[in-house]
């Protein structure tokens, strides 16, 4: 405790300066202010709190104002202000002027020299002449006392601190930091703990996590003492008892921990006053819920991503407990209650399925719970906080339905997927470890959950990709990824397939049981998923699948907040998997709700619904490509020419041409691509020298530090992906080079400067051979397998980035070496003779197939006719009655495309503004969206006379001149801070001559798409 006296050394300077002050006049007053600042920063120094100058003021629909100085204590919260005037201003004057303008009136000290006026709590304290010390000190010692009053009402004290959540981590974080440096015993604590989680949960985890997991216990340690009145939980808790080991350690500077927590007495005051009043636990749960979300949300985004923190809606987890209460009765002649049915609920974030579980077994038979709860029921959760927040959960449940506490034996805090990893490790405590054991020893009949799902980190620079499981891995390889026909299965590396897998497993062991989850709906129909729902179909005699839709990727109408049952942006189902001993029927059965359904809806319909009984599930037949949603499909697929097989699809069979690649892949678009040469240069090599500078310094090292806590990931300097790293961790070196900067098509009818190298380019794929530097050459792209938007084609003779289509695929006119040597035809032998033969025309060549090819693909009847195939497979050519129509038609097209900038231009007439001289230069473009016929160039420029029917001409969703109207934008690229100007110095013009082209293009593709011939 502060005890300001009038003796101490700064109080005797400050008077000094004042007398000098009060002799010379104003000359001195600066040093005065300043004497008062320095006095404020030492006692807030030996309070352990900062004194910042200028301290940001926020104000609601105002910008911020600021204060002359504010303390802040360990959290981050504001103790105290402190503003400073002139001799000549009126004080109190000056105080209303700032209460007006939003400063704070919590404690606020206004000064001015030998006068002060505090204000605390919005009343008046003191106004006092403080020209003797006695005054000053008095002054000082409110100011310094104040502790803010508790707030009283549990809302507003909820809404407090989860709005301060994200402040109060950082700070604790701060704090960790800083005592790591400063005090030993606790870094030899947090070593030790660090040592023991990573033994424990995952060899790789970071030293971050394991501070998260300290700042979880840190901040909820006192919500679950008292708030939850449950005190010994801290002692009794298999986990939490070996963090206080270290919290205590942590703190030792501060005193006790509840010294170290004193200020933030006011939140958690309120919290358990209300707490005491209101006996009502659901209230208090849902605070809980409020906290844990809130921490991943506001603090720990990127554990949110990667772990898949979301709550599972209550309809859906009373739907599927009782679904599966359901079958159990009916096919196993058992039910929830019933002893030897093991439940086991691998992900359990809060608890609810199990909460939910222990109502139903209660409802069944209460006399069984107890022994359930004992033996029977299982969980496990990866994170602190939700752990702690299940447990107390279930055991309060237990409690309430029993009238009894007992400690719940069945969770564990261990990472489900590190289970089926086979090695012998302790986990955590041996409390801990023995329930692991438990459970491992447990036949498990029922898996009931909501996996985490997230195919893995967009960024490498986030660094926080999924883990690898060398055991779940394999065997996801060995069976779902085996048995997958797609050259693409980087899907399969979601972590809810690796939950498919080891509950498959699971059940399999026991010899029959249930698998419910709850998950992504991407393995439906996804296609690198063929070989799981092949693989389903194995394990389980019967599966109910209940498809919730909401993939707002696939379905722009939809909105995630209102259409999706999680608020997600992927569609989501559940699975009910029954595995039996009779071992005959094996039944898949399908059933969707309405794609249009808001989430509310849904929630209803599964609430009047109650099991999947009542639902109407339709029988998918079976078919040997393990396809189930085959609606839409055409039966006559098998019989066109295909234009590819990939290496797993291939099994021998012959197709039109010999070689196929994906559109260029750079992973770090804002540095590979620009439309100025030059810039995108700088950039590159700015990048390259970055890289150049961290390997150098990381060869250099003799004792080299885990990979990627060494690297930098400043955005603004570079750009990690995976194989950049691997080319690091190898070594390589590659400068930059001059003839790596090529022309790409980074979208339709958008060229920009792209730099290709094997180095810096993530994946060329096989354009090496398709554009060896310095040859001809002619590609037709389309959209790859699974695009999401409607079926696209277009043609270019420069570098495809993967993006310009979605998933571009492309196929070239000619292959060469990579030196350029050694051109060929890409369209094969044995697809020339079959266009030969069918015609019985000798005269066809390979440049009039590949044209015809480009002709059906446009085809309106085509695309109708084939698009659920087209959406699953690389397309297949019917031989169509007229072939020449065809060639020809699809000659004019590739014309048309791949030379788009010489075409004519289209009449589209200028008006300009009254401006000179006038200005072509484009910020951002736009259609006008009352009048289609005009577009705005920029401020001073208007076209119009757009053509109706512009629109109709669309590559994925969006029109051709839609697409220049998208990409030919000044943008700045948020993470990296690089720009991109389409503007060009030396030919200004260029972007309203595109405009006028490429409305002539889309004319005239419309014209000769329209005037195709029947396919059949
Ligand atoms: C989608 S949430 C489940 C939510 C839960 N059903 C509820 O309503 O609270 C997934 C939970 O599983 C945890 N989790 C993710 N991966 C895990 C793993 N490998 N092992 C154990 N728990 C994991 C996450 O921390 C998260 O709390």
Redesign the pocket.
């Known amino acids: 405790m502060l005890d300001i006296k009038p003796t101490h050394k700064p109080i005797k300077e400050y008077f000094t300066e004042l007398e000098a002050f009060a002799t010379h006049g104003h000359s001195n007053e600066m040093t005065v202010r300043n004497a008062f600042q320095d006095l404020l920063q030492h006692y807030s120094r030996k309070l352990s709190w900062q004194f910042i100058e200028e301290y940001p003021i926020k104000r609601k629909g105002r910008r911020d104002a600021s204060v002359d100085g504010a303390l802040l204590d360990q959290f981050s919260l504001a103790r105290g202000f402190w503003e400073a005037k002139d001799t000549h201003d009126n004080l109190p004057t000056e105080v209303a002027k700032k209460f007006a303008d939003g400063y704070p009136q919590t404690n606020i000290l206004f000064w001015q020299p030998g006068r002060v006026i505090l204000y605390q709590d919005a009343r008046l304290i003191l106004d006092e002449d403080i020209s003797t010390p006695a005054k000053l000190v008095e002054v000082l010692n409110a100011f310094f006392t104040w502790d803010q009053p508790y707030i009283r009402e549990w809302e507003h004290a909820v809404e407090e601190f989860k709005s301060t959540i994200p402040t109060l981590a950082e700070s604790v974080l701060k704090i960790l930091k800083q005592q790591k440096e400063s005090n030993r015993p606790f870094r030899e604590s947090f070593d030790r703990f660090y040592e023991l989680v990573k033994a424990s949960v995952n060899p790789g985890l970071s030293v971050h996590a394991v501070e998260e997991m300290l700042i979880q216990h840190i901040l909820t340690r006192r919500i679950f003492t008292t708030i939850f009145n449950s005190p010994t939980f801290l002692q009794k808790n298999a986990v939490a008892r070996e963090i206080e080991g270290v919290v205590s350690a942590l703190v030792q500077g501060f005193g006790t921990v509840d010294d170290f927590l004193k200020p933030l007495d006011r939140f958690y005051k309120a919290l358990e006053l209300a707490a005491g009043i209101n006996e009502d636990y659901s209230q208090k749960q849902t605070f809980l819920n409020v906290v844990y979300e809130k921490f991943f949300q506001g603090f720990a985004v990127k554990v949110a991503d990667t772990?898949?923190?979301?709550?599972?809606p209550q309809p859906i987890v009373d739907f599927m407990v009782k679904s599966v209460e359901a079958v159990l009765q009916k096919d196993f002649g058992k039910g929830l209650a019933s002893e030897g049915v093991h439940i086991l609920d691998?992900?359990?974030?809060?608890?609810?399925?199990i909460l939910r579980v222990m109502r139903e077994i209660h409802a069944q038979k209460p006399e069984a719970l107890r022994y359930k709860y004992l033996n029977e029921l299982h969980c496990?959760?990866?994170?602190l906080l939700?752990y702690y927040i299940a447990c107390l959960n279930i055991e309060h449940l237990f409690f309430e339905l029993t009238g009894q506490y007992e400690p719940f034996p069945g969770i564990c805090l261990?990472?489900?997927?590190e289970l089926v990893e086979d090695r012998q490790i302790g986990m955590f405590t041996s409390d801990n470890t023995d329930r692991v054991q438990r459970q491992k020893d447990s036949p498990i009949y029922v898996v009931i959950?909501?996996p985490?799902y997230n195919a893995g980190q967009v960024i490498e620079n986030d660094n926080n990709k999924n883990r690898k499981y060398p055991a779940i891995d394999k065997r996801v390889s060995d069976t779902y990824a085996k048995d997958s026909k797609a050259s693409n299965k980087n899907a399969l590396s979601d972590?809810y397939v690796k939950a498919f897998r080891m509950a498959a497993d699971e059940i399999i062991s026991t010899g029959e049981g249930i698998v419910a989850f709850v998950s992504n709906n991407g393995f439906l129909d996804g296609i690198a998923f063929d070989g799981m729902r092949k693989h389903i179909r194995k394990d389980f005699e019967n599966t109910w699948l209940l498809d919730l839709g909401g993939n707002v990727r696939e379905n722009p109408k939809l909105s995630g907040t209102t259409h999706n049952v999680f608020g997600i942006q992927v569609g989501v189902s559940i699975a009910i998997l029954t595995r039996m001993r009779t071992g005959e029927l094996h039944s898949v059965n399908y059933a969707r709700m309405d794609e249009y359904w808001t989430k509310r809806q849904k929630y209803k319909q599964l609430v009047v619904d109650s099991d999947y009984r009542a639902v109407q599930f339709n029988r998918v037949s079976e078919r040997d490509d393990n396809v189930w949603l085959s609606e839409g499909m055409a039966d006559d697929w098998e019989d066109l020419i295909p234009i590819f097989f990939n290496s797993t699809n291939r099994l021998g069979r012959s197709s039109l041409f010999e070689l196929s690649s994906n559109g260029v892949k750079t992973n770090r678009d804002s540095w590979a691509y620009n439309f100025s040469r030059a810039e995108l240069g700088l950039n590159i090599r700015r990048m390259i020298d970055e890289y150049m500078i961290q390997l150098g310094r990381y060869l250099l090292m003799s004792d080299k530090p885990n990979f990627d806590d060494y690297i930098s990931n400043d955005d603004t300097k570079i750009s990690w992906s995976e194989s950049l790293k691997n080319t690091f961790q190898r070594g390589t070196v590659e400068e930059f080079a001059i003839d790596g900067v090529r022309t790409s098509m980074y979208r339709p009818f958008t060229q920009e400067a792209c730099y290709f190298s094997r180095t810096y380019t993530e994946r060329r794929y096989q354009f090496p051979r398709i554009f060896p530097t310095g040859v001809e050459n002619s590609v037709i792209c389309l959209s790859g397998i699974g695009s999401s938007k409607p079926f696209q084609s277009l043609a270019v003779n420069m570098i495809a980035c993967l993006d310009m289509l979605e998933k571009t695929q492309c196929f070239s006119l000619f292959v060469y070496d990579d030196d350029g040597s050694n051109k060929r035809d890409n369209i094969s032998d044995w697809g020339l003779e079959q266009f030969q033969a069918h015609y019985n025309d000798k005269g066809i060549s390979k440049l009039d197939i590949f044209h015809y090819v480009y002709g059906i693909l446009h085809s309106p009847q085509y695309r109708a006719k084939y698009a659920a195939n087209l959406k699953r497979e690389l397309p297949r050519v019917p031989f169509a009655p007229d072939f020449k129509a065809f060639a020809e038609a699809g000659k004019k097209l590739m014309d048309l495309h791949v030379n788009y900038e010489e075409q004519s231009e289209f009449a589209l007439t200028e008006v300009w503004a009254e401006v000179k001289p006038k200005d072509y230069r484009v910020a951002k473009m736009k259609r006008d969206s009352k009048d289609a016929t005009r577009l705005i160039y920029n401020q001073s420029l208007t076209l119009i006379g757009i053509p109706m029917g512009v629109d109709d001409y669309k590559l994925g969703n969006r029109s051709a001149l839609n697409w220049i109207v998208d990409q030919y934008q000044v943008s700045t690229d948020k993470r990296s801070g690089i720009t991109n100007n389409p503007n060009r110095e030396d030919d200004p013009t260029y972007i309203v001559r595109l405009i006028k082209k490429v409305v002539g293009v889309s004319m005239e593709t419309n014209a000769v798409v329209e005037s195709l011939p029947p396919i059949e």
Do not use: W
């Open positions: 772990h898949g923190i979301v709550y599972t691998p992900f359990v974030g809060t608890g609810n399925f496990n959760e990866l994170m939700p261990v990472d489900t997927f959950g909501n985490p972590p």
